[in-house]
């Protein structure tokens, strides 16, 4: 699926994004899910290939013919597979369609959502001058978005956050490194501190947890760990090391919805918020994340904006839209609530595998 606009980070410059779909038919009732994956090891080190590998040669068919009572079946059934976690969450979310469709419940009652909407933020990439991203940001608080979010990277960090803060003195406000930076780097943090920040996430390595926790010793703005966690196991070492003051919950990236709870609850009984992240979802999972979002601990807006903020068309009917006060509506149709268009989703499906 083409993107509106090119969409950059400090890791590079995205135009499309190609995602795996998933579709099950479970005696009639099919539930959907997506894959996150991205065509290059980018952000993760899956790709659209390895999970296709792991999903036509392993996942797919562990779960053929199995009678399975619970999601947590399926997901004890494939315990077995090391890593590979965004394969595993673009079937376990199918699953977890199945079954809410077949309780005749919403996702996000079945996940144990309070909220029926959802405060969301906007993800602006790095632009090629500070007015471009005043400009920028201005049309997106204009459309309604209550929380700002913009990339940033080595020599694009305080140069855009100075005049955006002064043209913009009290909106929410953070920062997104995606790991460009190392502790070297301290006294750019330590500068950060005068413009309140909501958080810096992800500042270091993506794989660190140890050196963050050094970083946030030195610095007042709460550190927000994304790449870094990967199970509750990290998010628990993340917490006792004091590496992060938040914690970002992206369902692709910690293994699917069972993972993410274990995740959420454990960082409500630490007094730890959370918020939900994106990867350029289509309506497919821009639905599940909005359900996994309708938890009460996610109580900082995530990166679930608008269909029409990354695609012209999406895949599902209705597209979703931000209100006047900066919410979504969290579906409450059975399932993930929202339709997939066939036609839609053949005009963008590049290749198909079914297993019967």
Request: aromatic fraction near 8%.
């Amino acid at each position: 699926m083409e993107l509106v606009t090119p969409f950059a980070t400090s890791m590079g410059v995205e135009t499309h994004e190609e995602h795996i779909i998933v579709k099950i038919d479970s005696g009639g009732i099919m539930g959907w899910g997506e894959c996150v994956v991205e065509h290059s090891p980018l952000y993760s080190s899956e790709t659209v290939k390895t999970a296709w590998h792991i999903l036509e040669d392993f996942l797919m068919p562990g779960i053929i013919n199995k009678n399975l009572q619970t999601v947590q079946n399926a997901v004890d059934s494939w315990k077995w597979i090391r890593g590979h976690r965004m394969a595993k969450a673009g079937l376990e979310s199918a699953i977890w369609d199945v079954f809410a469709k077949m309780q005749n419940k919403s996702l996000s009652k079945i996940l144990g959502g309070t909220f029926d909407r959802v405060e969301i933020g906007v993800s602006v990439g790095i632009q090629s001058s500070p007015d471009k991203l005043i400009e920028t940001v201005e049309r997106y608080l204009q459309k309604g978005y209550k929380r700002i979010k913009i990339k940033i990277a080595p020599g694009k960090d305080l140069e855009f956050i100075s005049p955006l803060r002064k043209e913009f003195p009290d909106i929410q406000l953070q920062v997104d490194a995606n790991s460009a930076y190392t502790l070297k780097d301290i006294d750019i943090f330590k500068a950060m501190d005068d413009y309140n920040l909501v958080m810096i996430e992800q500042p270091l390595g993506y794989d660190d947890i140890y050196e963050h926790s050094k970083l946030q010793e030195e610095i007042k703005t709460p550190i927000c760990l994304d790449e870094s966690i990967h199970s509750l196991n990290d998010a628990k070492a993340a917490v006792e090391l004091g590496s992060c003051k938040i914690i970002n919950i992206k369902p692709g990236r910690v293994g699917g919805f069972t993972e993410s709870k274990l995740i959420h609850d454990y960082c409500a009984e630490q007094k730890i918020p959370v918020w939900h992240g994106g990867m350029l979802e289509s309506g497919i999972g821009r639905a599940g994340n909005l359900a996994l979002a309708s938890l009460p601990n996610f109580t900082l807006p995530g990166d679930i904006s608008a269909s029409k903020r990354y695609y012209k068309e999406d895949i599902v009917e209705p597209e979703f839209v931000i209100n006047n006060d900066g919410t979504m509506d969290v579906p409450t149709e059975p399932g993930i609530g929202v339709n997939v268009t066939k036609e839609k989703l053949d005009k963008v499906t590049l290749t198909k595998k079914e297993f019967t």
